[in-house]
């Protein structure tokens, strides 16, 4: 587990707008409660995160947020950067 990944979305409109425009979404094949809760921990939290922050905020584990930020990234056009610890 890297402390330092961030996710960076690139896309200017909420996330919520991508969920309603395409329906191949990789973030609907996630749990509903936790694509929710960590999309809403990420846009609180400004949009640059890391998977530990998002977690902690959405009060998911670990692995969940990754998942999620990943698929969030996918589909928002965004990019997960690693900084050294």
Do not use: F, W, Y
């Not at 587990?1 to 609907?28: I, N």
């Not at 094949?29 to 890391?50: F, H, P, W, Y």
């Amino acid at each position: 587990m890297c402390c330092g990944a961030h996710l960076c979305v690139s896309h200017p409109r909420p996330l919520c707008h991508l969920l309603l425009q395409r329906p191949q979404l990789e973030s609907l094949k996630l749990q509903q409660s936790v694509r929710n809760s960590v999309q809403d921990a990420v846009e609180s939290l400004g949009g640059r995160v890391t998977v530990g922050d998002v977690s902690a905020r959405a009060g998911v584990k670990i692995s969940e947020a990754e998942e999620a930020l990943n698929a969030l990234a996918a589909d928002a056009s965004g990019t997960l950067e690693v900084s050294p610890c």
